[in-house]
């Protein structure tokens, strides 16, 4: 047996840090957390000491004994988690679960998993960290107390199933709030001037009037100014300037620059980078440190004087403005900077590639400007055109990357012809163009990290769950119009004579946006009206400070927790007696035919429109609102025209068509079919020859391309792409084949691969008690029978498994009945 056990997160992990040592030391993964807190109670005492309760999950009890049994018959285990304040509390954790001996026990860390690295950490050991192991309590803790008291208060005021949390309601606020910014803002129009001139030499080049006219008779009257108007070079003036690199990524501009330029979530973004640093490929993800090690910089300096020359290297530090940023990390850096690129999955590469040159430039010269600023005089007025340009002289880190930006309206200058001052300049055009004010940017899932940060608000490793679980209850959505329609008008001035054309844009686009929901914006009020400092910026961001002096032994976390519960409690118990229920209810008018009360609201299935009121003898009317109309935003004729849904259209082929507003937008239903109306299209405004031209279209896609053993196949795409549908089985057809032009040989073969797959899959089926153990993703395993799946660990061996394992295994997950004994007491009292 080996004399040595370390023990890392994840496997993937445990693989890369098992190639670096000898054949003294096994490397064993414990799955993320091995202990949390309970999943059905609150699990703190907070009547008491605020000592919270830590089970070690159904899950992970098969994971600990095994670990507990290697620790056993080890000399020394080394508990390796991640060096953050969630790796310090696994070590924790495993240090209680499985009784180790503190003499025999070490704690190690590490920025990159390297040889250098690992051999580093072991020659360096320390002890656990408490105090970090406090900070993280003290988040789990307060963030568990927060949902599990807030949450209930939602099910009761405002709908079930909602939930709660101190981080994730503050970043749901953010984006409502500038939602609202949104829908005040009104745009308010002027005329911007744009000209293209010609020097001597016939080289034509831009310029613009530094101001813009409020209105289309100022523009027109400016350009009629310029219609006889010579023009020259009133003063040229050319300066050096140099541009600096950006800082190494930390989490946060990490995730900013991966949307901006890959276009990846925030939580694609860790994964890809989880990967990596597990592979060995970059040093650890999860950071607010702008600083790179001695050893990095020699590194990139090397590499750079030999990709580039030396004129191209200048190390240098770099100092983060992050609050509470920990500076003893590193940022984040490919772990050998000669690496410049790595063949593996296309995704994790383009994210290597991402980080290898932010880091390599950070370490590389400035790049070396010569801007131009020209001033163009007309004979006619004293307005003044300019120019503005720029020549790189010296490319320096821009040999390598340019930082991305989320600002829509930056325009990059060019480069301008050589010029002198009183040259004369021929005007091609003039243009005034109305243009108009823009509200606020909507929040991208970038931006809203940018957002954070500046706030104080949540941690590296808190942005990208943070985001998926708003997402993931509802509360926000990424937009999907495409936008409106806009008329703007142009003049134009060429050969002396002024032209008017009316132009459109598209405006109001929200598509890959974060936008809230009705339910995100109606728990956002309820919240900010009742628990106004749960949900202040500031109040978020102190407790992020607290946990930061918490890890530095400079705060008792329990204190934290008392002093915050003493005024939470009672709030929470007196919003759950006294607060009103909260729907987001608007009323509308009145119905013409009825006189009753039009209104909008939140109901049980969602948003909803409806005619009268709870206390009429008649019961009301309701119509759901369709998924791109809001409670806050709908109009009196646009709730009325909902109920004229769902509409008869005519009968065709002997079915009855008709249109109506469903869950995922508006379809058409003919017979037993349901066929989507495409984007942007009125259900009001389908007609039944419409209906019929949508039906057939449908009819076409639907019919079989083959027959396969008497059964129809079928083709079709869907949210992962193209498939084919045979016997009920959806088989994706990927790049290899040609989706549009399938052969037969290529269907049979799509079918006959997926079927043995199929059989591949299943390690053991045992017919007659309906119990199958399968394969699944990431070498684990599934028990399933009917509609429960039991999920192992990728730990356990399902070879020699049994009927009566499998069979006890699905009983646990089993819902327990309640028995009629219950239900007679139940109703009783």
Request: a neutral charge; proline letters at 4%; glycine letters at 6%.
């Amino acid at each position: 047996m080996a004399k040595n056990l370390v023990i890392v997160e994840s496997p993937a992990k445990a693989k890369t840090i098992e190639k670096f040592l000898g054949k003294d030391y096994v490397v064993e993964s414990s799955f993320g957390h091995i202990a949390d807190l309970p999943s059905k109670e609150l699990g703190v005492d907070v009547e008491g000491d605020f000592n919270p309760k830590y089970e070690v999950s159904k899950d992970k009890k098969a994971i600990v004994k095994k670990l507990k049994d290697l620790a056993k018959k080890s000399d020394m285990v080394w508990l390796a988690s991640d060096e953050d304040r969630e790796g310090e509390a696994i070590a924790w954790h495993l240090a209680e679960a499985l009784n180790l001996d503190k003499s025999k026990t070490k704690r190690i860390v590490f920025h990159e998993i390297t040889k250098t690295a690992i051999q580093k950490a072991i020659e360096n050991p320390r002890d656990i960290d408490y105090h970090l192991v406090d900070a993280q309590q003290a988040r789990r803790v307060l963030d568990r107390i927060v949902g599990y008291e807030l949450s209930p208060v939602l099910w009761r005021k405002v709908k079930g199933g909602l939930s709660a949390g101190r981080v994730q309601s503050v970043s749901v606020r953010l984006i409502v709030e500038r939602e609202r910014e949104i829908q005040e803002f009104n745009p308010e129009a002027s005329y911007r001037i744009d000209a293209e001139f010609s020097n001597e030499s016939g080289q034509s080049f831009k310029a613009k009037l530094p101001k813009n006219f409020s209105t289309k008779e100022e523009a027109q009257k400016f350009l009629e100014q310029n219609a006889t108007a010579s023009f020259k070079v009133g003063d040229l003036e050319k300066k050096p300037a140099k541009k600096s690199p950006a800082a190494p990524f930390t989490t946060s501009t990490l995730q900013q620059e991966a949307a901006r330029k890959l276009y990846f979530s925030v939580s694609k973004t860790m994964t890809m980078a989880q990967r990596l640093y597990e592979a060995g490929l970059i040093t650890y993800m999860r950071t607010d440190s702008v600083n790179l090690s001695d050893e990095a910089r020699q590194g990139a300096q090397a590499e750079i004087e030999s990709a580039y020359g030396s004129k191209y290297s200048k190390p240098r530090n770099y100092t983060s403005k992050a609050k509470g940023a920990q500076e003893a990390h590193e940022a984040i850096r490919p772990t050998d900077f000669s690496r410049h690129s790595v063949d593996i999955d296309r995704d994790q590469a383009r994210l290597y590639d991402l980080i290898w040159k932010r880091a390599i430039a950070s370490q590389m010269s400035e790049a070396e400007l010569e801007r131009t600023n020209v001033r163009i005089e007309a004979s006619t007025h004293k307005e003044v055109f300019t120019a503005n340009g720029e020549v790189i002289t010296f490319d320096g880190f821009l040999k390598v990357y340019l930082e991305g930006t989320d600002d829509e309206d930056v325009e990059q200058e060019g480069m301008l012809p050589a010029m002198r001052v009183n040259e004369t300049l021929l005007n091609n055009y003039i243009t005034a163009t109305e243009r108009y004010t823009r509200p606020p940017a909507r929040y991208t899932e970038a931006s809203l990290v940018k957002k954070l940060e500046e706030l104080g608000i949540g941690r590296p490793s808190t942005y990208a769950p943070t985001i998926s679980t708003i997402q993931n209850r509802n509360y926000i959505e990424k937009g999907t119009v495409e936008g409106v329609e806009r008329n703007y008008s142009q003049l134009t001035l060429t050969a002396g004579k002024v032209k008017d054309k009316l132009l459109t844009e598209k405006v109001g686009s929200d598509k890959g946006k974060l936008v809230p929901t009705d339910i995100g914006i109606i728990v956002t009020d309820f919240l900010v009206n009742h628990f106004e400092y749960i949900l202040d910026y500031n109040f978020t961001a102190k407790v992020e400070a607290d946990f930061d002096d918490i890890a530095e032994g400079k705060e008792d976390w329990k204190v934290m927790m008392k002093d915050f519960y003493k005024d939470f409690h009672p709030q929470v118990e007196d919003v759950q007696e006294n607060a009103d229920r909260e729907s987001g209810e608007r009323i509308l008018g009145t119905d013409p035919k009825t006189g009753k009360q039009v209104s909008v609201r939140l109901g049980k299935f969602g948003p909803m429109v409806q005619i009268g009121t709870a206390d009429d003898e008649e019961k009301p009317q309701f119509a759901s609102l369709s998924p791109d109309q809001q409670l806050n935003t709908i109009t009196y004729e646009e709730a009325m025209d909902l109920f004229q849904l769902p509409k008869n259209l005519g009968v065709y082929e002997g079915e009855t068509v008709e249109v109506n507003n469903g869950r995922f937008g508006p379809y058409v239903k003919f017979g037993d079919a349901f066929v989507s109306l495409p984007s942007g299209v009125d259900p009001l405004s389908v007609e039944l020859d419409d209906a019929i031209v949508l039906i057939k279209e449908k009819q076409e896609a639907d019919a079989p391309i083959y027959m396969y053993k008497d059964l129809p196949v079928q083709k079709g795409k869907g949210r992962f792409g193209p498939f084919i549908k045979w016997n009920n089985m959806f088989i994706n057809v990927n790049k290899k084949y040609d989706w549009d032009n399938l052969s037969d040989n290529d269907i049979v073969e799509l079918i006959e691969d997926k079927i043995q797959k199929e059989k591949d899959k299943v390690i053991h089926h045992w017919k007659d008690a309906g119990i199958k153990v399968e394969k699944a993703r990431w070498g684990r395993h599934h028990v399933i029978k009917g509609k429960i799946k039991v999920e192992l660990p990728k730990t356990e061996d399902v070879t020699n498994m049994t009927v009566d394992e499998a069979k006890a295994l699905i009983e646990a997950k089993t819902p327990k009945k309640k028995t009629a004994k219950k239900k007679a007491v139940a109703k009783k009292k």
